[in-house]
């Protein structure tokens, strides 16, 4: 069965940083892809960063240069970097895997992160 554990997640000043985590299980197939997305309540669910089961990666305009995903495979994690924390960053972020040979998706719970001074 699929799993997906995010964590990292936590209070932060703005301006601050962190690192999420996504360790992945039970995942099948030659191709998959990764992705961080955010959701704050009423507000749909919105990608923030991806990375193709080629490497290439993908960020919202918001966020380019602030943050980065990156996969250690040996550890079948996903990673999400995020500096620069802004209060708008505020949310639970979610890790969001896709086998692309049947185009399944799957999720983890989330991972709350509050911008607060």
């Known amino acids: 069965q699929v799993q997906l554990v995010e964590s990292g997640g936590g209070l932060v000043q703005p301006g601050g940083s962190l690192t999420l985590s996504c360790a992945a299980s039970g995942l099948i197939g030659s191709r998959v892809a990764m992705g961080w997305h955010r959701q704050v309540a009423g507000v749909e669910r919105e990608v923030v960063a991806s990375i193709s089961s080629g490497g290439n990666e993908f960020y919202v305009d918001r966020v380019k240069g602030r943050f980065t995903i990156y996969s250690n495979n040996a550890k079948n994690t996903v990673y999400l970097q995020i500096n620069r924390l802004k209060h708008g960053g505020t949310g639970v972020y979610y890790c969001?895997?896709?086998?692309?040979?049947?185009?399944?998706?799957?999720w983890g719970q989330g991972t709350q992160v509050n911008v607060s001074s």
């Open positions: 969001r895997a896709t086998e692309l040979d049947d185009r399944e998706d799957y």
